[in-house]
């Protein structure tokens, strides 16, 4: 999802959590949401900014056995995090990719590895790890510190750091998207820990209690760190385990990413300004025709000569391209970057999920071989989440519409109509009405209505933001 509001201090994004349920309401009084005020032709919402939002992060950290580097990189980035996050209601936990050992499978991790494995050119950065770390890290961490802010920033940054060290002796067919489905299901291994919200086994995102992780009202932020694609297949069609390009070569076997992001979108009333995916992954390869670069088994003779002989396949041996099809190019499935930190495969399974959140990412931004600027990564995004409040209704494109006289205006005409949808939408903050270039109205599919509003500036805390339009039906 498109949004201005990197533009934001954190500090002010994090005091302030547009998330808040909004209210669509009118002057005398809240009715139902979505619904038409009494005699007048307008929705009217209203949000009441709340002093500080919760946030529950997810770490899932690819454990297998290339993984060293990266991990100590993302423990460095996990330390420098802002004090305005850490100082935040943070809550967090950490999983592995890896679904074949019964003690991860989508398990929170309460342990990290404390030596360096025999495939690992480093050893664990785990300086100041407490012996034990809570299977749900929060504030309550660092009580030791008492009220000693330095301290407590301290300890709240080494714990998450430690979190990332999860080892190197994981399944090498990472299964990140599985893991993140069962961490998070009622039936899964973590439920003790918001079984608050569980009725008949299916999670309740209006539910009132305050479980320890999965909070209702809060953000969930699922950050992704893997150096080769998802690999979730289907359990009762397993693909072949002969070669790690079968992941590649069979991608359309496994599990559709249309499954965990309707999973994770069950989560939250409203997915589209209470979840964030951040994917730290190799970067997708493009073709001339800019179509993501695919592989697939060979088949034949002509498909052989087009591979080098390691059998990946050359460019310079298919000078027409006539070897890469509509489903890929012929070979192994190739790197897309490498840097200190290793070489890595596309992600294009974990980008997918978090283009379905309306979060597309750049090469950038999601590359897991630019070893600067990890911290950025995380809180940006999370920054840019505090942004966005769906409208309950899909708004009418109307001009000279008068909220004052409760004139519903005219429908736009056909060249009016491509453009800004803002021009149909009155936002006000604390009674100032915002003006054009303060926010704008986007289409998002996660949103109730299928319309987002996005501002410009951060309302202060505990501000009041009204919204008003005429609905489209």
């Known amino acids: 999802m498109r949004s201005l509001s990197h533009l934001w201090p954190l500090a002010a994004l994090l005091a302030l959590g547009c998330n808040a349920d909004p209210k669509t309401t009118d002057d005398a009084g809240p009715p139902d949401a979505g619904e038409v005020q009494e005699g007048t032709p307008f929705v009217t919402q209203r949000l009441q900014i709340p002093a500080r939002t919760p946030v529950d992060l997810l770490l899932v950290i690819d454990d297998s056995g290339s993984m060293c580097e990266e991990q100590n990189n993302l423990t460095r980035a996990l330390n420098a995090l802002p004090a305005e996050l850490l100082e935040a209601d943070l809550r967090a936990a950490v999983i592995t990719t890896d679904m074949r050992n019964p003690e991860r499978m989508g398990r929170f991790q309460a342990d990290y590895a404390r030596q360096a ?8 950065v785990v300086d100041g790890c407490p012996e034990t770390l809570s299977p749900v890290l929060s504030a309550a961490d660092a009580d030791g510190c008492g009220d000693d802010r ?11 750091g430690c979190m990332a060290q999860q080892g190197t002796g994981g399944d090498g067919f990472e ?20 079984a608050p919200c569980c009725v008949d086994g299916r999670f309740d995102p209006t539910c009132p209690q305050k479980p320890a992780f999965l909070r209702p009202e809060g953000l969930l932020v699922v950050l992704i760190v893997s150096d ?3 690999c979730s297949d289907d359990p009762a069609d397993p693909i072949s385990r002969a070669t790690n390009s079968t992941c590649e070569w069979d991608h359309a076997r496994l599990v559709p990413v249309d499954a965990y992001r309707d999973h994770l979108a069950a989560l939250k009333a409203r997915p589209a300004e209470q979840i964030v995916v951040v994917p730290v992954v190799g970067p997708q390869a ?15 003779d002509a498909d052989v000569a087009c591979l080098d002989e390691n059998g990946a396949y050359d460019p310079a041996l298919d000078p027409d391209g006539a070897c890469c099809t509509a489903e890929g190019c012929p070979g192994m499935v ?3 970057c490498e840097s200190g930190l290793g070489a890595a495969f596309a992600g294009h399974r974990y980008l997918a999920l978090a283009e379905a959140f309306g979060q597309p990412v750049t090469e950038e931004d999601a590359t897991i071989c630019v070893e600067a600027g990890w911290a950025d990564r995380l809180t940006a995004p999370v920054s840019a989440l505090h942004g966005v409040l769906c409208l309950d209704r899909a708004p009418a494109c109307r001009r000279a519409v008068n909220f004052v006289s409760g004139d519903a205006g005219r429908p736009c005409d056909a060249a009016e109509a491509e453009q800004p949808m803002a021009r149909s939408v009155a936002v006000s903050v604390n009674g100032r009405a915002l003006g054009p270039g303060e926010y704008e ?17 951060a309302p202060a805390p505990e501000a009041t933001l009204i919204v008003r339009y005429v609905p489209e039906n």
């Open 286 to 300: 493009f073709d001339d025709a800019g179509r993501p670069v695919r592989y697939r088994p060979p088949a034949g």
């Open 150 to 160: 330095a301290c407590r920033l301290a300890e709240m940054g080494t714990r998450l």
């Open 117 to 124: 494995a025999p495939n690992c050119p480093e050893a664990p």
């Open 175 to 194: 299964a990140g998207l599985a893991a993140l489905r069962a961490a998070t299901a009622c039936d899964g291994p973590n439920a003790e820990h918001f």
């Open 228 to 230: 080769e694609d998802d």
């Open 441 to 457: 109205v986007t289409p998002e599919a996660n949103c109730p209505g299928g319309f987002a509003l996005h501002l410009t500036e």
């Open 334 to 336: 190739q790197t897309t």
